[in-house]
């Protein structure tokens, strides 16, 4: 039973740029939230991702950009991207329907994003 | 909206000694509350979580943590750690809600332990 699996593992961008990453959530789940990790620092919230829908959304700009397909996976986009955009970029996945570890989110490895 | 605070920013041990990281949270209401580690190179794991029920929690690899609801605190231990335990560790809140809330994470703890 594959964890939550990112892509890619690292990625290096030029102020300005736009970026996509890619999460694909742990079997029979069906939630998708994005964090983001700057070095030394806890994640922090981007935004969560339900039935193909954002449902909750922290305190980022709108060049954070969202989706959801109907398998599950979902994708982040970042426009006019910033220096300080860079961070590890992190996917947790959970579920709605099984009751055991009804709350608990899975993280993937992340994807580490360079602005230069 | 929930805050967590995690007073240690390093901390270093020597192995066989006993840990403690000090993790408070500000929030209006219930709370499940989670400890996850990371070690080098490696994605985010759960330690151990609280939902309800006995406030001392028991996790993996020997941590354990108590929830003191007068104090806002969920602190975690172990007793005697190896030099295996060094990772960051982070305390993080979410509203019982589901799964549909967020995660808030505290700032972390580099932990590192001495052979």
């Known amino acids: 039973d594959a964890g939550v699996t990112q892509s890619p593992t690292h990625l290096i961008k030029t102020r300005g740029q736009q970026v996509t990453l890619r999460c694909s959530p742990k079997s029979g789940h069906d939630t998708v939230s994005w964090y983001q990790q700057a070095l030394g620092q806890g994640p922090q919230f981007i935004f969560q991702y339900y039935e193909e829908e954002e449902r909750q959304r922290g305190n980022f700009p709108d060049r954070f950009s969202g989706h959801q397909f109907p398998n599950y996976s979902s994708e982040l986009n970042v426009n006019a991207l910033l220096l300080g955009d860079s961070a590890l970029y992190l996917c947790?996945?959970?579920?709605?329907?099984?009751?055991?570890?009804?709350?608990?989110?899975?993280f993937g490895p992340g994807t580490r994003l360079t602005v230069l | 909206a929930q805050s967590v605070s995690q007073h240690n920013h390093h901390v270093i041990l020597s192995e066989a000694a006993s840990l403690e990281l000090g993790c408070n949270y500000s929030?209006?209401?219930?709370?499940?509350l989670f400890w996850y580690v990371q070690y080098p190179g490696q994605h985010l794991q759960l330690l151990l979580k609280y939902f309800s029920g006995d406030p001392l929690v028991k996790g993996i690899k020997g941590f354990e943590a108590e929830f003191i609801k007068s104090k806002f605190s969920f602190n975690l231990r172990k007793p005697s750690v190896q030099w295996s335990d060094t990772a960051e560790y982070f305390c993080?809140?979410?509203?019982?809600?589901?799964?549909?809330?967020?995660?808030?994470f505290g700032s972390g703890t580099q932990l590192t332990v001495l052979p």
């Open positions: 993080a809140v979410k509203p019982p809600s589901g799964s549909a809330r967020q995660l808030t």
């Open positions: 929030y209006g209401g219930t709370v499940n």
């Open positions: 947790a996945s959970s579920s709605t329907r099984l009751a055991e570890n009804y709350n608990e989110q899975f």
